[in-house]
């Protein structure tokens, strides 16, 4: 399951907009969202990058109130984010009964897996790879959906050189290396 998370900009960071996306033999899911009134107000900072407004979320729910449908987004067996530790402290700190699942950083896979780039920020990124073309128009960069679906794009790209689970987690592969089953 691939996320993003939004925050308010108040430190710690409190959740404002979360997205998860399914991947499943590397296809790329519907992606499910939402909204949540944040318990501190958004900072201006906060809405320069992302665009959400109090006034945005004034309706939204609490997350109490969406807590388990994020749990049962969340109970998968691995979790793909950019920049990962971002989004799981601000999971951790919403959800604490939480286990938090096997993680893959896609910043730090791309490091790892496509070296020598300029930048490593998921914007450049999707630049360089194309990954936002054919999404629907009404998404934005810095969006929960939007950012959460371009790191499913990437994190297939970058599984893809990978190969196999092993060199994905970074463990060289011991023996043959065409017996080590296909990622995807």
Not at 10 to 34: C, K
Not at 74 to 79: E, I, K, R, S, T
Not at 158 to 166: Q, S
């Amino acid at each position: 399951m691939v996320v993003d998370v939004e925050g308010n900009g108040q430190q710690p960071p409190d959740l404002v907009e979360l997205a998860a996306v399914p991947i499943v033999n590397g296809a790329i899911g519907e992606p499910v969202s939402w909204l949540v009134l944040p318990d501190e107000e958004i900072t201006h900072f906060a809405t320069r990058i992302h665009g959400l407004t109090n006034k945005d979320l004034a309706n939204s729910p609490v997350f109490d109130a969406v807590k388990d449908d994020v749990l049962g987004a969340l109970n998968v067996d691995a979790l793909v984010a950019h920049n990962a530790h971002v989004d799981v402290g601000v999971l951790s700190r919403k959800l604490d009964d939480w286990q938090t699942p096997e993680v893959f950083d896609t910043l730090k896979l791309a490091r790892r897996l496509v070296p020598g780039r300029d930048s490593y920020r998921l914007g450049r990124l999707v630049e360089s790879f194309g990954l936002a073309d054919g999404l629907p128009d009404d998404l934005s960069p810095h969006r929960a959906t939007y950012d959460a679906l371009v790191a499913a794009r990437l994190f297939v790209l970058l599984a893809g050189k990978a190969a196999t689970l092993e060199k994905l987690r970074g463990h060289p592969s011991e023996g043959d290396e065409h017996e080590a089953p296909a990622l995807f």
